[in-house]
């Protein structure tokens, strides 16, 4: 079963984006110049918000987590996977990591994508403090794509 969360955040004049390993999303209104894999703040919820259920999905060794981040007309997906090691309950942020490291805001590890690999056009968008920025999360079990692809094996050796 696919669980799913929204977060709404926005930009801010200072948004970089260029980290190479991280991803947050900050429900902070500020961004300091250190900020660089931030591409939201203000965001309306944080991993301490999420459903029970969501959690659960994220926490297990084999769920993927779909990223898709859709700011005016333009869209960009990451992937990452779930791990039954992450606390997921940040109050102030959340991060998807391309890395294995877990802290209470990981939502996500050995992510496909960082801050600075999320397309230009987006972040140029963000860097205008009234753009808004939503974030849909979906948590589905490897279990449940590799299923996807069953019955298609049937049809390929007849």
Known sequence: MVE??????????????????TLEISREEYLTERGDCIIGIGADRS??????????????????????????????????????GLIVD???????????????????????????????????MLRDPGTVLELRLYVLGLDEVESIYAGSRGILQD
Not at 58 to 83: E, H, P, T, Y
């Open 47 to 84: 991993p301490k918000d999420f459903s029970r259920v969501f959690k659960e999905a994220l926490r297990r060794d084999d769920s993927i987590l779909l990223a898709v981040i859709r700011v005016g007309g333009l869209v960009d997906i990451v992937l990452a996977q779930g791990s039954s």
């Open 90 to 124: 940040s109050p102030v942020k959340l991060i998807i990591r391309r890395s294995s490291f877990i802290e209470p805001a990981t939502i996500g590890i050995k992510a496909n994508k960082a801050a600075r690999d999320i397309d230009r056009r987006i972040i140029q």
């Open 4 to 21: 799913a969360e929204i977060v709404y955040a926005r930009g801010h004049p200072r948004i970089k984006a260029t980290h190479v390993t």
